[in-house]
């Protein structure tokens, strides 16, 4: 039973450090290093404004969340309010990190995304 709740883990983090790292390459990788100007020095030590940023547009697409529901991993789609699955699994059986997790909702993207974390919790 601990080897399961360990590989569990593994896969968590695996795909955690996974998605973080394509967020990265999408979102453009390493910053630029800042470029050099002739301008006076007024023009260069003028503070910028810059607009606010507005969350990527992938963080408004997800298709359902993951969550605990009355101590049991729920799936909800668009009613945050009223999950389309309840899952057999009990939350307090899962790796800490998971309870995190799924105490905070955990998006998902895609049918196959769903299917895999599905998965991941209850094996």
């Known amino acids: 039973m601990l080897d399961k709740k360990l590989l569990a883990t593994g896969i968590s983090l695996l795909v955690v450090c996974i998605v973080a790292v394509t967020a990265a390459q999408l979102l ?45 991993v729920a799936v909800f789609g668009q009613d945050p309010d009223i999950p389309e699955m309840i899952l057999e699994m009990f939350v307090r059986h899962l790796p800490a990190y998971d309870q995190m997790q799924l105490r905070e909702g955990v998006r998902v993207y895609s049918k196959q995304e769903l299917d895999a974390r599905i998965e991941d919790y209850t094996s």
Request: proline share 13%; charged share 35%; glycine share 6%.
């Open 28 to 72: 453009g990788g390493e910053p630029e290093a800042p470029k050099v100007t002739d301008a006076p020095v007024s023009e260069v030590t003028r503070p910028r404004i810059f607009a606010p940023q507005q969350a990527p547009q992938r963080e408004r697409e997800y298709l359902y969340i993951i969550r605990e529901y009355e101590g049991r």
